[in-house]
């Protein structure tokens, strides 16, 4: 896992969540303490279907928490959700 880059570390928990589902609790944990990135990529996972099963409601409640946090993919991709 590459600790200098977060992102490629949230990737990563969702590549491995059939061998470690715990990842999912701990990324909506650090989504639900202000992680705007992490809003965002549970965000376009659950609305792609990648990792997560695709989920249009849980897409927009993180897309929209991305969105007020000031994510700026987040403000892009809800044009499209």
């Given at each position: ?33 202000g992680n705007a990135e992490v809003m965002y990529i549970l965000g376009w996972c ?36």
């Amino acid at each position: 896992m590459n600790k200098d880059n977060p992102t490629e570390q949230y990737r990563t928990m969702l590549e491995n969540l059939a061998q470690q589902p715990e990842n999912l609790q701990q990324l909506e944990a650090l989504a639900e303490n202000g992680n705007a990135e992490v809003m965002y990529i549970l965000g376009w996972c659950y609305f792609k279907g990648e990792y997560l099963p695709k989920d249009l409601d849980k897409n927009q409640y993180w897309l929209e928490k991305a969105k007020v946090a000031g994510h700026e993919k987040a403000i892009e991709l809800s044009v499209y959700c």
